[in-house]
C-alpha cells in the first residue's frame, strides 16, 4: 500500500523558517516526481514546487523561488521542503503528492500538514 506522510507543520513567526517532510512508502519511487502543494482556506490547491527523483531535478513555482527548497534523500526515501522567510499569506495545509514522471495526473497524496504563520 502506497503512503505519504506529511510531518514538519506547526506555528511560525513571520520571517522564520519550517521544514517539512514527505516519507513515501509502499513501491519504489524512483521513475516519480514528488511534489508539494498548499491549501489555504477557502482557496484552491495550489502547485509550489517538484523534484525528479531519480535526477533531483527541481521545478518551483514564482512565488516561492528563493524561499523554499525541495529535496529529497534517496537513503531515507523522504522528500523535504524547506520553508525560509515564511510570510502570513503562506499559511495553508501542505500535500505530498506523487505522479508517475511524463504523467499529468498526481495519483498519490499525503493528509497533509497544517503551516500558520503569525504577523
Known amino acids: 500500500q502506497v503512503q505519504l506522510v506529511e510531518s514538519g507543520g506547526g506555528l511560525v513567526q513571520a520571517g522564520g523558517s519550517l521544514r517539512l517532510s514527505c516519507a513515501a512508502s509502499?513501491?519504489?519511487?524512483?521513475?516519480?516526481?514528488m511534489g508539494w502543494f498548499r491549501q489555504a482556506p477557502g482557496k484552491e490547491r495550489d502547485f509550489m514546487a517538484s523534484i525528479r527523483w531519480n535526477t533531483g531535478n527541481t521545478y518551483y513555482t514564482d512565488s516561492v523561488k528563493g524561499r523554499f527548497t525541495i529535496s529529497r534523500d534517496n537513503a531515507k526515501n523522504t522528500v523535504y521542503l524547506q520553508m525560509n522567510s515564511l510570510k502570513p499569506e503562506d499559511t495553508a495545509i501542505y500535500y505530498c503528492?506523487?505522479?508517475?514522471?511524463?504523467?499529468?495526473?498526481?495519483?498519490?497524496w499525503g493528509q497533509g500538514t497544517q503551516v500558520t504563520v503569525s504577523s
Open positions: 503528492a506523487a505522479r508517475y514522471y511524463g504523467s499529468t495526473t498526481w495519483t498519490y
Open positions: 509502499g513501491r519504489s519511487f524512483s521513475a516519480y516526481t
